[in-house]
């Protein structure tokens, strides 16, 4: 297995990157071939200050960088030799089987869309998030951001792609599916959710449990929280925000501190066909170990293989 | 300035709401006088056991209570003599100048449309709820359940409300409003957020300082922020469950604290003809007194008689 990895995105490109690319050699199995793309003198002056020297290693030259303020649509075709580019050109060649990257997410989203494709039948691919709940587990939400504006059907679909996730990579049995919704009975919310609440409530598809509340997104009611991406972002960054306040309070707590990022590392696109990973901006080097981590699990789960099953 | 309690409503009643009434008294200044609505002998009952004797209190009897399971838009037809809608009626006939009740929130807002009125030029009245921020300070979000839906035009009404409310209510002499957004540059967000933007940002009636994002709620980087109802009733309950997460866990905290509803006791609704204040339905009789507080505050601001100018 070939995992790839974007050596010149996020904050602390390249340092943290190839740092926490040699975290993950020592974690994943012999079997996995990690490939290096970014700058090449970078690359290589840092393995060899680390003195790590690995046939598990490759590099490949990209000597151009997306940066954040490039536009998300227009970077890849202009910057052709940025890492981003060249990691979506591995990928659709099939010379690496997965393309992990904390550089920016609106060109990652792009180069998902446009270069490797959504799955056949998935109307809109989206992004996950991992909600720690309170009794130990981990919950899911989805979307996070990709899909601002939502159909019924597209929710529908979410739930399928949550409920594969949950299954196949997060190794829940029977992933109960909630609705985030402002109300607990059938009848409630907008007109999105009051919609794609019928279409759910028929579904074969996957286990949905009804309507879920904002005070339950942590209670682990749910494994699987379906929302539009707008919601689910002001969730996500609602979260994050409560979480940094809590450290800059000195409050010093268990389960608060499993909203630390660096305990998750990234999340997969959901629904394209292949396996793309993209990770928080300010990654560091644990971060980006545990980026690499879960592309590994994403990719032995064959979870992209199983949702073009789902959907064909 | 005669201020009427609703009795009936809510977990605790009437034992809280009593309890509540005596505690308002003793805190707001001799010229207000409480009118107590319920069932006259459980009123009475609790005032002479607790040896209150005061002509600032006075007790109208309703017999009849509108549960939790009433459905909002039938209650007050179908239960005349129930406390909500005798203090409908009081409300309207100018009998008191503010209703206020831990009852059922949809036959509140189901009132204050039909008995009251939206103020001619409000589109769509909505609830508000405030923000605790780690600086010490307070900011509020709307609406936060009232419209599930809305249009560009109601949030840019509600944020015309949310400043008067600041300014009128909370002292704040140029309230910062900021639209709840998915990320901070104009043109980000869904076609709502959008629109809103663009109609916000020329505005000459309130002070928009652009998109904050969900990381931004607590930090009073905005003091009025807007968003749909759906949007901030998630916002709100995602706030309470962590709020309830950090007392299960035992952490004690003043920042944290501040999230405990009984620092707040109510919400008036912005954009009716008349004073109405809502409370959470498991207020207890501190929550009750702060309710009451609130109510006293609203009606001394003339913040009605504000909004009604503003809008005309």
């Known amino acids: 297995m070939k995992l790839g ?9 390249p340092r943290a990157n190839v740092l926490g690319a040699i975290l993950a050699l020592e974690q994943l199995p012999d079997d996995v ?34 940066t954040m303020e490039d536009h998300p649509t227009r970077a890849i075709p202009q910057k052709p030799n940025s890492s981003i580019s060249v990691g979506f050109e591995l990928l659709s060649q099939n010379k690496i089987d997965s393309f992990a990257s904390t550089g920016n ?22 992004i996950t998030s991992v909600l720690p709940t309170v009794n130990g587990g981990d919950s899911i939400i989805l979307d996070v951001g990709a899909n601002a504006d939502c159909k019924p059907d597209v929710l529908y679909q979410f739930a399928s792609l949550g409920s594969l996730y949950a299954k196949n990579v997060m190794n829940i049995s029977d992933p109960r599916i909630g609705l985030l919704n402002i109300g607990e009975e059938e009848g409630k919310g907008n007109l999105l959710t009051q919609s794609a609440y019928k279409l759910m409530k028929e579904s074969k598809d996957f286990n949905f449990i009804g309507n879920i509340e904002g005070r339950d997104l942590f ?78 699990d994403v990719a032995k789960s064959e979870l992209t293989q199983k949702i073009k099953e789902a959907f064909k």
Chains 1, 2 share one sequence.
């Open 5 to 13: 990895l974007d050596i010149s995105g996020g904050d602390f490109a």
């Open 33 to 66: 071939e990690l490939v290096l793309i970014g700058r090449e003198n970078d690359i290589t002056s840092i393995l060899e200050e680390k003195g790590v020297k690995s046939d598990r290693i490759s590099v490949v030259d990209a000597p151009d960088v997306i």
């Open 105 to 126: 997410t609106g060109a990652m989203l792009v180069g998902s869309m446009y270069k490797v494709n959504a799955i056949p039948g998935v109307i809109r691919p989206c």
């Open 219 to 296: 209670t682990g009611k749910a494994d699987v929280v379906v929302c539009d991406g707008f919601t689910g972002n002001v969730v996500l960054k609602q979260a994050e925000g409560m979480y940094t306040i809590t450290r800059q309070l000195g409050i010093k707590d268990d389960y608060l501190e499993r909203f630390n990022y660096e305990n998750y590392g990234g999340t997969p696109i959901l629904g394209v066909n292949s396996d793309v990973i993209i990770g928080h901006g300010i990654s560091n080097d644990v971060a980006v170990k545990g980026m690499l981590c879960l592309a590994y």
